[in-house]
């Protein structure tokens, strides 16, 4: 296998908050996650609301430091570079927001929203970065008219367009796109996950996708990275994950996806207040786990090769 | 499917909950005039989930504002009729309609905290809503919230009615706000985009709570959502609202595996779902464009500039209604073109 564009090793990242009391309370956001990026790849990143999804991300482009473990940027260890360091880092990667409502500046006209990331990281004239932005608008699907209007005049769907042109506009080898469609219609969702699945083909970009929607990490996604309580319960390409899914989570996760003709399954009484709290112990997953065992409560499952290129963390499932 | 069928043919013989016959709303702002809502017509029964579905703008929290009177304000003119068990909310007072809402009329929203107050506790809240409604005291009304939380399964009630808003996750706030919107037995819910900011195995939970509402408790009620999966889920009958009107309406079922409308056919198009395996990633199809302004005129089909099977009759003239026997109905001009079996109401 040829070196990876993209790899973090055993990464953590402790979240200290004072209470009101004055004590500390800790919380694990992201949980010993080793992974391998390939250039050209599109990973995706699924799970469901606060598992560490978009703390992963921020740890990717250093808006938050790391409290363990390393990231290796083609080939460069970038884990403690200092911040004035990390200007090729931030060119490198760029990153696309979920809310394209309050991501973009309200005070900008479309041109300074785009040409803000080339003033800072580039040298070219202004006639230059004006063909770059209007390049760019053509590329994600709007037109150069749209260069003098403020952002609250446009969509949503066009507010993101916006927003991955933005991303674009440093030449990025990598982009992260934390829920990028999550507030939109399905309708223009689909209009997003086009245009996405377009540009990686034209611009040969490697794609981190963040998702709670299994289908639609899969629509974009070559493998797929299911979370859970700031740890890779599983990993896969991402048709067989959705397929022929082996966590109990990757399991619920996917009955739960709504679809046209699929009966909603009865309700059962699992809800309480401490659901979703993961165990310091054992399996993060194990209060919510149908298999669990006496070894989940105990010993924490690793990460481990189920089948090649399927790496699976549960006690439960074994080979038949 | 039988269950569905003989549930509709059955409360179809009944009177129906709430009818909405013909109605167009206009909203005035400052000195212009916009047109939101044309010619809806809306059935709901006992029991019956009706689905109301269409693209952000397409007027289905405004189809539900009417219902309940809490149209935006300024001065507003509504037409048409909506009768709620017998009674005729249109020419309701503010006073009148005060005693339908939150009683008979229960409502659900996206964002649970436009309905529970953030200093009082879910138990506080809950217990008023029991105590003012249903002139329940003290232990008979926690009693009720006990039985409320339980219904839309907590599992610990008693220490759900001490915690405040901020202290549950949203799908658990999710379930007090429909364990109070359901308190007084309302014979209309109104849910709108109750789950569409949750992950889905919470989605899959609040849904199953709506369907409960109607199945056991006997509600009517309208979903409203954007999203034909979780509409399918759920409802028994479904209407696709676009730019105002309700192009396609018929039970879900058939909605769903026959549909008609070239609107309905595209948002079905546009969910990503399982592709068969190996299959090529097929291309998703998104609907070019978006949803006119309300503002806009147009002689032809409100949808006619993003229809791709868009032909000559659509741009010059509003398409008819079709109406067939088995309720379906259908607002395209090729429906109007194609049958010959279909009564055509104007
Ligand atoms: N700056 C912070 N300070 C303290 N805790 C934080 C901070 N950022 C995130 N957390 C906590 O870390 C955990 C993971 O949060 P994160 O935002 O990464 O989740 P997520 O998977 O992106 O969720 P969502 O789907 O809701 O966006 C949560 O418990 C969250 O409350
Ligand atoms: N207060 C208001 N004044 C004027 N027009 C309004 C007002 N509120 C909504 N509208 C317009 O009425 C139309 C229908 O809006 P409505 O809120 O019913 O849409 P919706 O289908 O519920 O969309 P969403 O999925 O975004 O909630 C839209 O064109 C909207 O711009
Ligand atoms: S009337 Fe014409 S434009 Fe409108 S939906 Fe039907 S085919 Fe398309
Ligand atoms: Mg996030
Ligand atoms: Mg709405």
């Known amino acids: 296998m040829t070196l990876p564009l993209l790899r973090l090793e055993n990464v953590d990242k402790v979240f200290v908050k004072k209470t009101m009391m004055g004590k500390k309370s800790y919380i694990h956001a992201v949980r010993g996650i080793t992974l391998d990026i390939q250039r050209g790849e599109a990973l995706g990143i699924v799970g469901e609301s606060g598992c560490g999804k978009s703390t ?9 430091t790391l409290t363990r473990g390393k990231i290796i940027l083609d080939g460069t260890d970038v884990t403690s570079l200092k911040e004035k360091d990390l200007r090729p880092l931030r060119r490198f990667v760029q990153i696309v927001f979920q809310d394209p409502y309050s991501s973009l500046s309200p005070r900008m006209t479309v041109e300074e929203i785009l040409t803000e990331p080339l003033k800072i990281m580039t040298k ?61 219609d399905v309708s223009v969702q689909a209009q997003v996950l086009n245009l996405l699945n377009d540009l990686r083909q034209k611009l040969h970009l490697t794609y981190i996708f963040i998702s709670h929607n299994l289908a639609v990490v899969k629509y974009i996604s070559d493998r797929t990275a299911v979370m859970y309580a700031g740890q890779i319960v599983e990993l896969g390409p991402s048709e067989k994950i959705m397929l022929e899914p082996l966590h109990p989570y990757t399991r619920e996760l996917i009955a739960a996806l709504p679809a046209v003709g699929k009966k909603l399954k009865p309700l059962t009484k699992a809800a309480d207040m401490t659901e979703n709290v993961a165990q310091e112990r054992g399996c993060p997953y194990q209060n919510r786990c149908p298999l669990v065992d006496l070894r989940c409560k105990s010993e924490r499952p690793p990460l481990a090769q189920f089948e090649p290129g399927h790496f699976l963390a549960c006690w439960g499932v074994t080979k038949s | 499917m039988t269950s569905t069928d003989s549930k509709t043919t059955g409360a179809a013989a009944a009177a129906p909950i709430l009818q909405i016959k013909d109605l167009n709303v206009t909203l005035r702002k400052e000195q212009e005039l916009i047109p939101i809502l044309h010619h809806v017509n809306l059935t709901v029964h006992a029991g019956e989930i009706v689905g109301l579905v269409g693209e952000s703008g397409s007027g289905k929290s405004m189809t539900a504002s009417a219902v309940t009177q809490l149209l935006p304000g300024g001065s507003k003119s509504l037409q048409g009729s909506i009768n709620f068990c017998g009674e005729e909310l249109t020419t309701k007072s503010e006073k009148e309609m005060a005693h339908y809402r ?15 107050n953030p200093v009082f506790t879910v138990g506080q809240q809950l217990e008023d809503v029991i105590c003012t409604h249903q002139h329940l005291q003290g232990g008979e009304a926690h009693a009720r919230a006990i039985a409320m939380l339980e219904n839309v399964h907590i599992k610990e009630p008693e220490k759900m009615l001490k915690a405040y808003p901020y202290e549950l996750s949203g799908g658990m706030r999710q ?25 889905v195995t919470i989605q899959a939970q609040i849904l199953g709570l709506v369907k409960e509402a109607a199945d056991k408790a006997g509600a009517g009620v309208i979903f409203i959502s954007h999203d034909l999966g979780v509409i399918a889920q759920v409802c028994d009958s479904i209407a696709v609202m676009y730019s105002g009107e309700i192009v396609e309406a018929g039970t879900a079922v058939e909605v769903l595996t026959t549909p008609r409308h070239p609107y309905t056919k595209a948002l079905l198009a546009a969910i990503p779902g399982f592709t068969p395996k190996g299959a090529e990633r097929l ?26 099977v868009c032909g000559e009759n659509c741009t010059a003239k509003h398409p008819p209604l079709h109406v067939a026997g088995d309720g379906r109905s259908v607002c395209c001009w090729k429906e109007a073109e194609a049958g010959d079996t279909a009564i055509t109401a104007s």
């Open chain 2, 102 to 116: 939150g009683k008979e009329i229960a409502m659900i929203f996206q964002e649970p905290m436009t309905c529970l």
């Open chain 1, 124 to 184: 070219l004239s202004k006639a230059e970065m004006h063909a770059k932005v209007t390049a760019l608008l053509e590329l994600v699907g709007m037109n150069a008219s749209c260069l003098d209007r403020y952002p609250h005049e446009f969509s949503g769907g066009q507010r993101q367009r916006i927003s991955i042109a933005r991303a674009l506009t440093t030449e990025p080898e990598i982009l992260i796109l934390d829920e990028p469609t999550s507030a939109l």
């Open chain 2, 175 to 199: 379930r007090a706000m429909i364990a109070i919107a359901l308190s007084c037995s309302p014979k209309l819910l109104i849910a709108d985009e109750p789950t569409t900011a949750l992950d």
């Open chain 2, 283 to 308: 291309e998703l199809c998104a609907i070019p464009g978006m949803v006119p302004d309300p503002r806009e005129h147009m002689d032809g089909c409100r949808f006619a500039p993003r229809c791709s």
């Open chain 1, 56 to 64: 992963l991300a921020s740890l990717i482009i250093r808006l938050e």
